[in-house]
């Protein structure tokens, strides 16, 4: 067969005849169970220790489709959505039946839900283990010379770091007082940071059926945690 036209693109809309077969297509693309898909208006990052309005004030998805899928060979159950490319590429994934993390639902009202007991990474990749080498790199060191009189006993020059060879570090960004200590020409070396993660998020649905389904499908999975 002769191909007549070829046409570069980077998205394709695939319309199936019913429903079924699209989540067969989809199940087989992904590799795993396609259990729902309903529609999100936006989600809001939770942050810790934050209370009121100010506490959603990050927004992390748009309008985006909220897909769950079963991985048949562990049983673990994925939440999948995408995120809004303001915040971050890719997706956010977390498991609904996580033995290790618990995740925890609030019924907000007729549309809204909170979800805590998140523990999503969205740190870049290789940024904590950049952070790591440069904290680990060992700090250059000068000898200390050494000098001589005419009389026969030795003598031996005694410098600044040797006659007082700590200091504590006064806090600023080492995380406080105390932090580390460092001695007078080296370099102070800084703890490296743990990484960013998202413990709690708030979920607005495009309908109140939607948030039903994902309620239903929730409850129902919580009965088959796996080991992940």
């Given amino acids: 067969m002769k191909t007549l036209d070829m046409i570069h693109t980077n998205y ?13 297509f989809q199940s087989a693309i992904m590799g795993k169970t396609l259990l729902l898909s309903v529609q999100t208006n936006r989600t809001l990052r939770v942050h810790e220790g934050i209370a009121g309005t100010f506490a959603y004030q990050e927004q992390m998805c748009a309008l ?12 673990g159950v994925l939440a999948m959505i995408h995120y809004t490319p303001q915040f971050r590429d890719g997706y956010m994934t977390f498991y609904l039946n996580s033995q290790r993390d618990r ?3 609030t019924d907000v009202d007729n549309r809204v839900i909170k979800l805590k007991g998140l523990n999503i990474s969205i740190e870049k990749p290789g940024s ?5 080498s440069i904290t ?11 000098t001589t009189s005419s009389s026969s006993a030795p003598q031996t020059h005694t410098s600044e ?3 007082h060879p700590q200091r504590l570090d006064p806090g600023g960004d080492s995380g406080g007082p105390g932090a580390s200590v460092v001695s007078k020409g080296s370099t102070t070396t800084k703890a490296p940071k743990p990484p960013k993660r998202i413990t709690g998020a708030r979920l607005e649905f495009t309908a109140e ?9 929730f409850r129902e ?3 088959f945690f796996y080991a992940g």
């Fill in 12 to 24: 394709t809309n695939y319309v199936f005849k019913d429903e079924q077969g699209a989540n067969h």
């Fill in 161 to 163: 770091s040797q006659q």
């Fill in 209 to 217: 059926s939607d948030k039903r389904l994902f309620l239903e499908k």
């Fill in 128 to 132: 904590h283990r950049r952070r790591r």
């Fill in 136 to 146: 680990n790199t060992p700090t250059a060191t000068t000898p200390t010379p050494t």
């Fill in 64 to 75: 985006e489709n909220l897909r769950i899928w079963k991985d048949q060979d562990s049983n």
């Fill in 103 to 105: 995740v925890r639902v």
């Fill in 221 to 223: 999975v919580q009965g």
